[in-house]
């Protein structure tokens, strides 16, 4: 009996879902008008060419910031910059040297991770902690002190079914609370791909340096660990310095709610290795096209849509914490109905969102793109993880979502942070995919006349988190507030 109610109940919001909106009608307009006229792919590739990389607080960085004010301004967009101070850091010297030999070391290619400290020179003993997890830890304890800890960057093959992985500044938190000298992270990707980001949980400087090497050379260490000891010396100097960048802000003002919102955001900046095509222009040029699509189609919306490029999410969420702070200041936070965040995504197949109790409406507005294109299969995904700027929203409790189910494009996972991430593994029609599908999820949530789901209380906040297994990884980077 129970099972027939909670069908009957679900075919209900189903159809109350469709009865409460005919989007049909928009839904085409998007379509054509993107796969006609977008403009992202090209945006993207003139950004890649005359900007570079877009690291926060670089020249670059400003640049890209203008580059994005300018777009939207040409669009016809009310257009402002919300300009906050970031600790900024830079990458200056690197040399790292291992061997079996304290006095006769070899050098290793290597990068630093940011934020390791303004300077640096440690050389130690290595020991290998697998993982780099607590429970790889609990065997070694006080061997770990005074030595560089040698940590595989995701789970190594042959871990136990069900390891976590943990993101690489929450290991070299560990590894400092340890008492570790330095870290050396070793990358996944096979031919010497090196991998940067940050090593800090907090954005701030860490007190131990850290380096990542590449798969070749962090396995033939660890296999020479195991009959001998092995030794590191790593030397380096960095820049640090408090410098201001700024998030940009276009907003499209509600007709009828314009005092709730809907925040479509993505980070502009990028890593100084490469141009971050993929991590995030690909991300952040699709939502600028979003918004050109809403203003050359005249669309209006019941709710006020603000486009927002945050800048230093690749330093610790910075932009998107500083909107935040910003909203929970001037109460203009408790505005935000929903957050969808769109990070490296590419042709999604889907939707998703922290609040399962979309899914009636999501798969709704999903059936009518299907109508559209059959390539979008409708999937949806209940979830959240961290590391990207929906996490500042999500953590005040404010439902989060974005795309579901698409792929990289042109095998560029592997180049994630590193030197290899440009235009050239970009796909134009993967990025319109993004561009007008994501524009109809938010044109529907703009005007849908009631979203489901509201901000999570405190209580509801802390259970879903619990839930969702980011207990752990929250009390590393010191943002469990529940204090248990």
């Given at each position: 009996?129970?099972?027939?109610?909670?069908?009957?109940?679900?075919?209900?919001?189903?159809?109350?879902?469709?009865?409460?909106?005919?989007?049909?009608?928009?839904?085409?307009?998007?379509?054509?008008?993107?796969?006609?006229?977008?403009?992202?792919?090209?945006?993207?590739?003139?950004?890649?060419?005359?900007?570079?990389?877009?690291?926060?607080?670089?020249?670059?960085?400003?640049?890209?910031?203008?580059?994005?004010?300018?777009?939207?301004?040409?669009?016809?967009?009310?257009?402002?910059?919300?300009?906050?101070?970031?600790?900024?850091?830079?990458?200056?010297?690197?040399?790292?040297?291992?061997?079996?030999?304290?006095?006769?070391?070899?050098?290793?290619?290597?990068?630093?991770?940011?934020?390791?400290?303004?300077?640096?020179?440690?050389?130690?003993?290595?020991?290998?902690?697998?993982?780099?997890?607590?429970?790889?830890?609990?065997?070694?304890?006080?061997?770990v002190k005074g030595k560089i800890a040698l940590i595989y960057i995701g789970v190594l093959p042959g871990?136990?079914?069900?390891?976590?992985?943990?993101?690489?500044?929450?290991?070299?938190?560990?590894?400092?609370?340890?008492?570790?000298?330095?870290?050396?992270?070793?990358?996944?990707v096979e031919n010497g791909v090196l991998l940067t980001g940050t090593a800090s949980v907090t954005g701030?400087?860490?007190?131990?340096?850290?380096?990542?090497?590449?798969?070749?050379?962090?396995?033939?260490?660890?296999?020479?660990?195991?009959?001998?000891?092995?030794?590191?010396?790593?030397?380096?100097?960095?820049?640090?310095?408090?410098?201001?960048?700024?998030?940009?802000?276009?907003?499209?003002?509600?007709?009828?709610?314009?005092?709730?919102?809907?925040?479509?955001?993505?980070?502009?900046?990028?890593?100084?290795?490469?141009?971050?095509?993929?991590?995030?222009?690909?991300?952040?040029?699709?939502?600028?096209?979003?918004?050109?699509?809403?203003?050359?189609?005249?669309?209006?919306?019941?709710?006020?849509?603000?486009?927002?490029?945050?800048?230093?999410?690749?330093?610790?969420?910075?932009?998107?914490?500083?909107?935040?702070?910003?909203?929970?200041?001037?109460?203009?936070?408790?505005?935000?109905?929903?957050?969808?965040?769109?990070?490296?995504?590419?042709?999604?197949?889907?939707?998703?969102?922290?609040?399962?109790?979309?899914?009636?409406?999501?798969?709704?507005?999903?059936?009518?793109?299907?109508?559209?294109?059959?390539?979008?299969?409708?999937?949806?995904?209940?979830?959240?993880?961290?590391?990207?700027?929906?996490?500042?929203?999500?953590?005040?409790?404010?439902?989060?979502?974005?795309?579901?189910?698409?792929?990289?494009?042109?095998?560029?996972?592997?180049?994630?942070?590193?030197?290899?991430?440009?235009?050239?593994?970009?796909?134009?029609?993967?990025?319109?995919?993004?561009?007008?599908?994501?524009?109809?999820?938010?044109?529907?949530?703009?005007?849908?006349?009631?979203?489901?789901?509201?901000?999570?209380?405190?209580?509801?906040?802390?259970?879903?988190?619990?839930?969702?297994?980011?207990?752990?990884?929250?009390?590393?980077?010191?943002?469990?507030?529940?204090?248990?």
């Amino acid at each position: 009996m129970k099972k027939i109610i909670l069908f009957t109940g679900l075919a209900a919001l189903m159809f109350n879902a469709k009865a409460q909106d005919n989007f049909s009608n928009a839904f085409k307009q998007i379509n054509t008008e993107v796969q006609s006229n977008s403009e992202a792919y090209q945006n993207l590739k003139n950004a890649t060419e005359k900007i570079g990389h877009r690291l926060t607080g670089s020249a670059n960085g400003a640049k890209a910031e203008e580059l994005a004010y300018n777009l939207f301004k040409s669009y016809g967009f009310d257009v402002k910059y919300q300009p906050f101070e970031v600790e900024s850091w830079d990458r200056k010297t690197l040399t790292v040297k291992v061997g079996g030999d304290k006095g006769n070391l070899s050098a290793v290619k290597a990068v630093t991770l940011a934020h390791s400290p303004v300077k640096a020179n440690v050389t130690g003993e290595l020991i290998d902690v697998g993982n780099g997890l607590e429970a790889d830890y609990q065997p070694l304890k006080d061997k770990v002190k005074g030595k560089i800890a040698l940590i595989y960057i995701g789970v190594l093959p042959g871990s136990p079914a069900g390891t976590a992985s943990l993101h690489r500044s929450e290991k070299t938190s560990i590894a400092t609370k340890y008492g570790a000298i330095g870290v050396v992270i070793i990358n996944k990707v096979e031919n010497g791909v090196l991998l940067t980001g940050t090593a800090s949980v907090t954005g701030k400087l860490i007190p131990i340096p850290a380096v990542c090497i590449g798969l070749e050379d962090g396995m033939a260490l660890k296999a020479k660990l195991k009959t001998a000891p092995q030794f590191a010396q790593i030397e380096m100097t960095n820049f640090s310095g408090m410098i201001k960048a700024r998030n940009v802000i276009a907003t499209l003002k509600g007709t009828e709610f314009p005092n709730e919102k809907i925040v479509v955001g993505g980070h502009l900046d990028s890593w100084d290795l490469a141009t971050g095509a993929i991590d995030n222009g690909i991300g952040s040029f699709s939502i600028i096209d979003m918004a050109r699509t809403f203003k050359k189609l005249k669309l209006q919306t019941k709710r006020t849509v603000e486009f927002v490029m945050f800048m230093g999410e690749e330093q610790g969420l910075l932009g998107s914490k500083a909107y935040v702070a910003q909203g929970s200041k001037d109460k203009t936070l408790n505005q935000v109905r929903f957050m969808l965040n769109y990070d490296m995504t590419n042709d999604p197949k889907g939707f998703s969102t922290t609040r399962k109790e979309m899914e009636p409406l999501f798969k709704s507005w999903g059936a009518e793109v299907v109508k559209i294109d059959t390539g979008f299969k409708n999937l949806f995904h209940a979830g959240a993880g961290l590391h990207s700027d929906h996490q500042p929203f999500m953590l005040e409790g404010v439902p989060t979502g974005g795309g579901a189910g698409g792929k990289l494009p042109n095998n560029s996972g592997p180049f994630y942070h590193s030197d290899g991430d440009g235009f050239h593994l970009v796909d134009a029609q993967g990025m319109k995919n993004t561009v007008r599908y994501s524009a109809m999820l938010t044109y529907a949530l703009a005007n849908t006349a009631k979203i489901p789901v509201n901000r999570f209380s405190d209580a509801d906040l802390k259970a879903f988190l619990e839930s969702q297994k980011l207990k752990e990884p929250l009390k590393i980077a010191g943002e469990w507030k529940w204090g248990d």
